[in-house]
């Protein structure tokens, strides 16, 4: 029943930004941990950055950590996550991710795929030198 629907992907330099919004509707947008994760050709998903119930509760994966930075803005049930010093390596289509009851499994780093509930279609991010 909920709907996410990414965007703000694109064609960007080495080193530079991009921001990348989730938008998501038929639920209760306050009450779900979300969650970016990436896919590039040939690899599985893998997490780049959640948040639970606020600003203040985020995890990142060690190859973001410093580099993005995972946001919300319940007021417009959106997620977003912002990209700087970006590197080839970063080039993959990144996913949008809900959950729809943060419960135990938000104790821990919430990065396996199966803590979440719905998916977006996801936006592609390319970074070219």
């Known amino acids: 029943q909920v709907q996410l629907v990414e965007s703000g992907g694109g064609l960007v330099q080495v080193g530079g930004s991009l921001r990348l919004s989730c938008v998501a509707s038929?639920?209760?947008?306050?009450?779900?941990?979300m969650g970016w994760f990436r896919q590039a050709p040939g690899k599985e998903r893998e997490f780049v950055a959640a948040?639970?119930?606020?600003?203040?509760?985020?995890w990142y994966a060690d190859s973001v950590q410093g580099r993005f930075t995972i946001s919300r803005d319940d007021a417009k049930n959106t997620v977003y996550l912002q990209l700087n010093s970006l590197k080839p390596e970063d080039t993959a289509v990144y996913y949008c991710?809900?959950?729809?009851?943060?419960?135990?499994?938000?104790?821990?780093?919430?990065?396996?795929?199966?803590?979440?509930?719905?998916w977006g279609q996801g936006t592609q991010v390319t970074v070219s030198s």
């Open positions: 991710a809900a959950d729809h009851e943060v419960g135990g499994s938000w104790y821990r780093k919430p990065e396996s795929v199966g803590v979440f509930d719905y």
């Open positions: 038929g639920g209760t947008f306050s009450t779900y941990g």
């Open positions: 948040i639970g119930w606020s600003n203040d509760n985020t």
